[in-house]
T-cell receptor, first 113, second 115 residues
Framework: TQLLEQSPQFLSIQEGENLTVYCNSS?????LQWYRQEPGEGPVLLVT?????EVKKLKRLTFQFGDARKDSSLHITAAQPGDTGLYLC?????????????FGAGTRLFVKA | DTGVSQDPRHKITKRGQNVTFRCDPI?????LYWYRQTLGQGPEFLTY????????KSRLLSDRFSAERPKGSFSTLEIQRTEQGDSAMYLC?????????????FGPGTRLTVL
């Protein structure tokens, strides 16, 4: 069974704090996406990482893909209340049967003003 | 292009009724996906289309569920004889179907409540 585990499941922090969210699997991904989802809405793409060891930055968000392409992290610097939401990672697996995208259960972040 | 759209955004129905949802993908995207998401979980794959061909179906997709993409553009997902356990957010996504990453872009979802 291919699983994508996210941690922590829930995080409540004060505005201005830093945080890191982790996404881990035993599977090797050809690419991995991070999405942010607000209540009642669909996930919105933040970034796609492809190469092992790749680091991408999006303003105060830093995404890293593990060297072995099995794990990823999302680091937020100086969190703001607008960062509140559900952060999902999704890994793309390719094999002889075609491809498959699996999602983690998400990390729910709440940033208090 | 305004992205992936879904209709309706919300649907409340009584158990046993049939419901149909529509998804309009990004216009140049060849692949279209349906997912189901319940509270506190990530999206679970249901099925996907490459143009008009339905290429994969999850075992989550019981025989009460059917999806079509007749002209390779919009898609419909129908649930027959709805059950309370069908209550969830139904998400549609599309992707180009070419290129290395083939990143999926999601619509706003249809929230189904079965009473």
């Amino acid at each position: 069974t291919q699983l994508l585990e996210q941690s922590p499941q829930f995080l409540s922090i004060q505005e201005g704090e830093n945080l890191t969210v982790y996404c881990n699997s035993s599977s090797v991904f050809s690419s991995l996406q991070w999405y942010r989802q607000e209540p009642g809405e669909g996930p919105v793409l933040l970034v796609t990482v492809v190469t092992g060891g790749e680091v991408k930055k999006l303003k105060r968000l830093t995404f890293q893909f593990g060297d072995a392409r099995k794990d990823s992290s999302l680091h937020i610097t100086a969190a703001q209340p607008g960062d509140t939401g559900l952060y999902l990672c999704a890994g793309r697996l390719e094999g002889t049967g075609g491809f498959k995208t699996i999602f983690g259960a998400g990390t729910r972040l709440f940033v208090k003003a | 292009d305004t992205g992936v759209s879904q209709d309706p955004r919300h649907k409340i129905t009584k158990r046993g009724q049939n419901v149909t949802f529509r998804c309009d993908p990004i216009s140049e995207h060849n692949r279209l996906y349906w997912y189901r998401q319940t509270l506190g979980q990530g999206p679970e794959f249901l099925t996907y289309f490459q143009n008009e061909a339905q290429l994969e179906k999850s075992r989550l997709l019981s025989d009460r569920f059917s999806a079509e993409r007749p002209k390779g553009s919009f898609s419909t997902l129908e649930i027959q004889r709805t059950e309370q356990g069908d209550s969830a957010m139904y998400l549609c996504a599309s992707s180009p179907g070419t290129g290395g990453t083939d990143t999926q872009y999601f619509g706003p979802g249809t929230r189904l409540t079965v009473l």
